[in-house]
């Protein structure tokens, strides 16, 4: 198993009731204070790993322009993200061929000028 794997690709209930095996292995030889405190700790670890990676998900959905307010007035009246201000990859190849279309013409304007002269 290399780095890439971890964790491992488990069965969604093993592994939580793995995780629920864990718990109950650790705090058999803790008291109360001890297991809360260690119960803390590890949900403050668990909290931290969630916010760094929302806020990456986050980071990344902007630059693929594929962050949607599914809140905003413009979606709830009917108007769609991708129709009206933000670019799907399906307009983008629209405005691709478009160039490469366009600068074919000139190309071809341009050898019939060469002819001319």
Request: proline share 3%; hydrophobic share 40%; glycine share 6%.
């Amino acid at each position: 198993m290399n780095d890439t794997e971890f964790p491992p690709n488990l069965n969604p209930q093993a592994f939580s009731f793995l995780a629920c095996l864990v718990g109950s292995a650790l705090s058999g030889d803790f008291d109360a204070y001890e297991q809360a405190s260690i119960g803390n700790w590890l949900m403050l670890v668990g909290e931290f790993m969630v916010a760094a990676s929302a806020q990456q998900q986050l980071i990344e959905a902007r630059l693929e322009n594929f962050n949607i307010n599914i809140n905003s007035r413009e979606h709830k009246s009917g108007g769609s993200f991708y129709k009206n201000n933000g670019r799907s990859s399906q307009t983008q190849r629209m405005e691709v061929d478009f160039l490469l279309g366009a600068v074919k013409k000139l190309q071809e304007e341009l050898e019939a000028l060469k002819k001319d002269n």
